[in-house]
């Protein structure tokens, strides 16, 4: 059964990079879409952006000059860096699988990382 | 398009039957998959594809889609079933994953 653990720092400045990372346990990195999601307190789900196993990203477009998604198949892990983070960016963020066309959703999912953007 | 709107809340007798419904252009060819999220939890996946459920998902959740439609259906609600529900599709160009707003089922 595919488990997926992350980790990265949970409290930075403004002005700071995120950066979170993702690893996959008990299965293959081929032919899925290793996607980041976020969900700011007391508020939604967010997509955050994905990249697939050929390393083609997609992007959320209110993130998307900010954002890197990148996958690294030799470590079986996948990572997110967020730049210039202000205090709206302060949200649980959570990997998790995606499938193409999104004909599987989203399973499995990490266990969330909160992430506090404060000066 | 790349938006899903969703109810904000729903509240639902224990036992009787509550419908939750996601509306997008998009899911006119994209399937919806749905999620449970409870407090300080991460989202778990419900149903997805053409009305499947994920192992260790109780029957009394069902899909459905029509048009630009889509809905969760929980037939025999248990009071464990009180969370919040998000719908997730793809847009018309798929590239994006947008998610619906969520709806909060209150089970009274």
């Known amino acids: 059964q595919v488990q997926l653990q992350q980790w990265g720092a949970g409290l930075l400045k403004p002005s700071e990079t995120l950066s979170l990372t993702c690893a996959v346990y008990s299965g293959s990195l081929s032919g899925y879409y290793w996607s980041w999601i976020r969900q700011p307190p007391g508020r939604g789900l967010e997509w955050v952006g994905e990249?697939?196993?050929?390393?083609?990203?997609n992007y959320n477009p209110s993130l998307k000059t900010r954002v890197t998604i990148s996958l690294d198949m030799s470590k079986k892990q996948f990572s997110l860096q967020l730049a210039s983070v202000t205090a709206a960016d302060t949200a649980v963020y959570y990997c998790?699988?995606?499938?193409?066309?999104?004909?599987?959703?989203?399973?499995?999912w990490g266990q969330g990382t909160l992430v506090t953007v404060s000066s | 398009s790349s938006e899903l709107t969703q109810d904000p809340a729903v509240s639902v007798a224990l036992g009787q039957t509550v419908r939750i419904t996601c509306q997008g252009d998009?899911?006119?060819?994209?399937?919806v998959s749905w999620y449970q999220q409870k407090p300080g939890q991460a989202p778990v996946l419900v149903i997805y594809g053409k009305n499947i459920r994920p192992s260790g998902i109780p029957d009394r959740f069902s899909g459905s889609s029509s048009g630009n439609t889509a809905s969760l259906t929980i037939t025999g609600a248990q009071a464990e079933d009180e969370a919040d529900y998000y719908c997730n599709s793809r847009d018309s160009s798929d590239n994006l994953s947008p998610f619906g707003g969520g709806t909060k089922v209150t089970v009274l």
């Open positions: 998009s899911l006119r060819n994209y399937y």
């Open positions: 998790a699988r995606g499938t193409l066309r999104g004909v599987k959703g989203y399973d499995p």
């Open positions: 990249v697939n196993y050929s390393g083609t990203t």
